[in-house]
RNA sequence: GGUCCCAUCGUCUAGGGGUCUAGGACACAGCCCUUUCAAGGCUGCGACGCGGGUUCGAACCCCGCUGGGACCGCCA
């Protein structure tokens, strides 16, 4: 049998961290057994849906390379995969439970009626065996047995019945979601029972706190997904660490890609704690990341930044940029950082703007002429070259490198820190070089 | 209030009775490298919530406590 997961989500916001690391671990676990990743979008509540958000919700999926196989746009034999277009399909089946008198009207509403005394333990594949029964489903005043609503007065169902007749008829074999839901399977058990159809298995994945141990939310920073594109994480970055909350791939592996990650997967290693966001971490994986990259793959992960700096990226080309890239080596945490930190490659102004010349006295400014004078003349213009011939001019004056390199680096970069100050001169070029000392009138 | 779930360094985790003086990673501190900053290398700091059992032996099993969390909507 091959195995059918799916991600349900509502579309009244983007796709979340928490939304984002359900479908993860669906898609893994899809991609782990071979089976399919289904998309269902569960838009029963009319007031707070949107289209576009649906939309969102999608590209952002994509954006983390979460590809579904059947979905509202992918089509599918056991379509459609929006709840609205539905309706039907709802209101047949919860005429049967009322034919045989499990469930009952209430003027437009359909209402499953509970007994008590019904069992409804089941194993989880990640939480093991939950023990309970209907005898728990009470009223939170009265503490009286609660009947389960099945389709509102406005003929639309509830999702906690939604989701079962969705479930059966998709023929979802794992239902994989968070642990907010484990409280709710009780009551979809119930509703298998009395239809007397085959349960899926559950797995239930820890939640995702902020920092204060509180449910991820708004207020602890940026938690939807776009937000962490906008920042510079990258995609692999992001699946990477959401991967790693709740989950250990085993043998301290933890920088992985999407193939390595479905190829390891286990349901059954995933860990039942609720997991702490840290965004120091995501920074590491995203450095991580971020120095894997093959110089124009890189490029493509930096240029918008520099666009967005308004910085002309379009005016030299890739190769170029590409190589300015690999001189950053590791530096920058983020694709914005890394765009930051080298917006000096792509433009003279920023470093204009940055320069100060007032700590450079008059005595030091006559020397570093002379030092750049015979700098710029190399015969040989290249980064060993360069070198050399400030190491020769230094010892030869006896004073300090460090003094000279120092105020090159600012005169070319704007900075303080930067790559090997030999190896951006020689990138940058003989004219540029001297252009920039020109304009700080150390030429 | 009721039901259910959880509990190893600050954080993510490894660990499923002895090999644990508890391993790795992030963060933090220091050192090395060095024209700067990263990167890299090395070192350090740092945890089994508490109390009872079970056992020859518990981080690992059981019970209680404490502390977190989720759910108890005609929201999903």
Avoid: C
Avoid at 194 to 223: C, E, N, Q, V
């Amino acid at each position: 049998m091959t195995t059918r997961v799916r991600f349900a989500p509502s579309p009244t916001g983007a796709l979340h961290i928490g939304g984002g690391h359900t479908a993860l671990f669906n898609w893994l676990w899809a991609r782990r057994t071979g089976g399919k990743f289904i998309l269902r979008i569960e838009d029963t509540d009319m007031e707070r849906s949107t289209p576009e958000y649906e939309d969102t919700i999608m590209s952002g999926m994509k954006w983390l390379g979460l590809e579904w196989d059947e979905g509202p746009d992918a089509g599918g034999s056991h379509g459609p995969y929006r709840q609205s277009e539905r309706l039907e399909l709802y209101r047949e089946n919860a005429e049967k439970l009322v034919s045989d008198g499990s469930a009952y009207r209430e003027g437009d509403a359909v209402i499953f009626k509970v007994r008590p005394d019904v069992d409804l333990s089941f194993d989880d594949m990640v939480y093991g065996r939950i023990e309970t029964a209907s005898d728990a489903l009470q009223d939170r005043d009265s503490g009286a047995l609660k009947d389960i609503v099945l389709i509102k007065s406005d003929g639309m169902p509830t999702y906690n019945y939604a989701v079962v007749v969705d479930d059966h008829f998709m023929e979802i074999t794992h239902v994989i979601r968070g642990e907010d839901h484990i409280s709710n399977t009780p009551k979809q058990l119930l509703l298998y029972k009395a239809f007397g159809w085959k349960t899926p298995y559950f797995a239930h994945l820890p939640m995702i706190l902020g920092k204060d141990k509180k449910k991820l939310s708004k207020r602890h920073g940026a938690t939807s997904v776009y937000e962490f594109r906008d920042m510079g994480y990258m995609p692999d970055a992001v699946f990477n660490f959401l991967a790693l909350l709740g989950w250990s791939a085993g043998e301290d592996r933890e920088i992985f890609g999407r193939e390595e990650a479905a190829r390891l997967f286990e349901l059954s290693k995933v860990t039942r704690k609720p997991s702490v966001f840290d965004p120091d971490k995501l920074n590491y994986i995203n450095q991580e990341h971020l120095k894997r990259l093959d110089p124009m793959v890189r490029l493509a992960h930096i240029k918008p930044f520099w666009e967005e700096m308004g910085l002309p990226a379009d005016k030299h080309d890739d190769a170029y940029l590409a190589e300015a890239l690999t001189l950053m080596g590791g530096r920058g945490q983020t694709a914005k950082e890394l765009a930051g930190f080298s917006d000096y490659y792509v433009s003279f102004g920023p470093v204009k703007e940055r320069w100060n010349s007032d700590g450079i006295s008059g005595e030091l400014r006559a020397g570093m002429k002379e030092f750049y004078a015979a700098l710029t003349d190399a015969p040989e213009w290249s980064s060993d070259a360069l070198e050399a011939q400030a190491r020769a001019w230094t010892e030869e004056k006896g004073v300090k490198m460090k003094d000279y390199a120092m105020t090159l680096r600012f005169a070319l970069t704007g900075m303080k820190v930067s790559p090997g100050v030999f190896e951006v001169a020689a990138l940058l070029g003989r004219d540029e070089v001297k252009n920039r000392l020109a304009f700080f009138g150390l030429g």
